[in-house]
């Protein structure tokens, strides 16, 4: 199933569905049906060609682990924020040059994978996912670290400055 170019709105029939694999296809946009998955833990639309997704993503609230590496997305919509549950997240591959400052609401995100963006900075409010023990942000663009983070991710930032330096 690698020539996927477009999902049908019925796919949003899919109410009990807890997993979705839609990974290395040619998908250029999710149909906003996807967001009735309300029981989907679990979503991977890796290696397509995505650049945005619908306004209200964030209805996707029992979604645990959400891989969307190797798209086109450049920015992520605002219902994002109402993620809470997520714990796993990977942007990577994409073509994101910041982030936004709700990405803090997501204090249940353990993993968060954002390497080769175009990020030039991370927003503050990171120090407010208070779960997240594995930050990848290698190849970007970074110019600055969050100077108003918590004190919980002073060794982590301490240690990325001295990779910066080498």
Same mark, same amino acid.
């Given at each position: 199933m690698q020539n996927i170019e477009s999902l049908p709105v019925t796919t949003g029939k899919l109410s009990?569905?807890? @997993?979705?694999?839609? $990974? !290395?296809?040619?998908?250029?946009?999710?149909? /906003?049906?996807?967001?009735?998955?309300? #029981?989907?833990?679990?979503?991977?639309?890796? $290696?397509?060609?995505?650049? $945005?997704?619908? !306004?209200?993503?964030?209805?996707?609230?029992?979604? *645990? !682990?959400?891989? *969307?590496? #190797?798209?086109?997305?450049?920015?992520?919509? @605002? /219902?994002? #924020?109402?993620?809470s549950n997520l714990a796993n997240l990977d942007l990577s591959s994409n073509h994101f040059t910041h982030f936004p400052d709700f990405?803090?609401?997501?204090?249940?995100?353990?993993?968060?994978?954002v390497e080769t963006n175009d990020l030039e900075e991370l927003p503050y409010t990171i120090g407010s996912c208070s779960s997240l023990v594995d930050l990848k942000v290698d190849f970007n663009?970074?110019?600055?670290?969050?100077? @108003?983070? $918590?004190?919980? %991710? %002073?060794?982590?930032?301490? %240690?990325m400055k001295g990779l910066e330096n080498e």
């Open positions: 009990n569905i807890t @997993e979705l694999n839609l $990974s !290395d296809n040619r998908i250029m946009a999710l149909p /906003s049906s996807i967001t009735n998955l309300t #029981a989907l833990t679990k979503l991977d639309v890796h $290696s397509n060609q995505l650049t $945005s997704l619908p !306004d209200s993503f964030g209805q996707l609230i029992n979604l *645990l !682990d959400l891989d *969307l590496h #190797a798209n086109r997305l450049k920015s992520l919509p @605002e /219902s994002f #924020a109402n993620l990405i803090g609401n997501l204090t249940s995100m353990q993993i968060l994978i663009q970074l110019k600055a670290l969050p100077q @108003e983070s $918590s004190v919980r %991710y %002073y060794g982590l930032f301490e %240690y």
